[in-house]
């Protein structure tokens, strides 16, 4: 048996000639559809230009990435002055607030659960069924 498997690595290098903080990343170009069924290598470049100073990277599931990506870029497209934490935490919400769009419209409905909030009350409630 197969199994789809995907490399993106990041790593952070504060000791340079220059003295600069950079980011190293590493990933393949390969991408699967239909639980690797159909896939293609070379067709993919899975790193995204936000803006001047930043990239998003992403991995997964295709059917979702573009909206994920689409909802960081959105959130942090001008944020051109802000430090590796601050920015991180900001694609981080925009990811959470999406995810929670996603999850309602492609997973919870076929449980005729109707919101994410619903979701939470059921899966925390004293009459717990999740």
Same mark, same amino acid.
Request: charged residues 30%.
């Given at each position: 048996?197969?199994?789809?498997?995907?490399?993106?690595?990041?790593?952070?290098?504060?000791?340079?000639?220059?003295?600069?903080?950079?980011?190293?990343?590493?990933?393949?170009?390969?991408?699967?559809?239909?639980?690797?069924?159909?896939?293609?290598?070379?067709?993919?470049? /899975?790193?995204? !230009?936000?803006? $001047? +100073?930043?990239?998003?990277?992403?991995?997964?599931?295709?059917?979702?990435?573009? =909206? *994920?990506?689409?909802?960081?870029?959105?959130?942090?497209?001008?944020?051109?002055?802000?430090?590796?934490? /601050?920015?991180? !935490?900001?694609? $981080? +919400?925009?990811?959470?607030?999406?995810?929670?769009?996603?999850?309602?419209?492609? =997973? *919870?409905?076929?449980?005729?659960?109707?919101?994410?909030?619903?979701?939470?009350?059921?899966?925390?409630? /004293?009459?717990?069924?999740?």
């Amino acid at each position: 048996m197969e199994e789809v498997v995907t490399i993106c690595a990041a790593a952070i290098n504060n000791d340079n000639q220059e003295n600069a903080t950079l980011i190293h990343l590493v990933f393949d170009k390969q991408v699967t559809f239909g639980n690797g069924a159909f896939g293609a290598d070379g067709s993919m470049w /899975k790193v995204k !230009r936000i803006n $001047a +100073k930043w990239c998003v990277m992403v991995a997964g599931d295709t059917s979702s990435l573009s =909206v *994920l990506r689409e909802a960081v870029i959105e959130a942090a497209q001008y944020e051109t002055k802000t430090g590796f934490r /601050k920015f991180s !935490r900001l694609c $981080a +919400k925009a990811f959470r607030e999406e995810r929670k769009e996603l999850l309602e419209t492609e =997973v *919870l409905t076929d449980y005729d659960i109707n919101s994410y909030q619903e979701y939470l009350d059921l899966k925390s409630g /004293k009459d717990r069924i999740l």
